[in-house]
């Protein structure tokens, strides 16, 4: 049972990661402007707020439902997440998998920690060149809380469609 709670070093990991960068560029980079650009203009790095969810989708509604929305729900959402992680055994999901949902309450609790204290506005800072892909020039602006549930729900997604091998000491079923 005490290996079940160890990915949540990695939830914490990630938390502290969003939030302290949120609030460096909070502090050093005024909102809708462009700190600098790397790498051939591959990276940006910028302040801009969103206050819905992905693609600024939902940016219209009515406060009270944006609140339900964006942060209840997801509240609950991740708590059952993080139950289903504690308590799921070694047939229902690997370690690698535990680790992944764990990322994914990480980049969700970082998100809605914005959405409670930052007047339901995300900071997002991040900008990269999608050199036409999907008919844009640039990806829409993420932090490191969108970029931690997105990488880990693609792995996850991935874990699932390909199945996981027998982790040591399990006994394969005959």
Do not use: W
Request: some cysteine; aromatic content about 14%.
């Amino acid at each position: 049972m005490k290996r079940n709670f160890k990915p949540f070093f990695l939830t914490a990991l990630i938390i502290l990661l969003d939030q302290v960068t949120k609030a460096l560029v909070v502090k050093h980079i005024p909102v809708n402007t462009v700190y600098g650009s790397y790498f051939s203009d591959f990276l940006r790095i910028v302040h801009v707020r969103n206050n819905a969810v992905a693609f600024s989708i939902g940016s219209g509604l009515p406060y009270v439902l944006k609140v339900v929305l964006f942060i209840l729900i997801p509240l609950l959402v991740l708590f059952f997440l993080a139950v289903y992680m504690v308590k799921a055994d070694k047939k229902e999901l690997s370690t690698f998998e535990r680790y992944l949902i764990a990322a994914i309450i990480g980049g969700g609790c970082g998100n809605i920690i914005d959405r409670i204290f930052r007047s339901m506005s995300v900071v997002d800072f991040i900008s990269t060149n999608n050199y036409g892909l999907f008919g844009m020039d640039r990806f829409p602006t993420y932090n490191i809380a969108d970029a931690s549930v997105v990488v880990a729900v693609v792995l996850f997604l991935i874990s699932l469609l390909f199945g996981r091998k027998v982790e040591k000491g399990e006994q394969e079923e005959t």
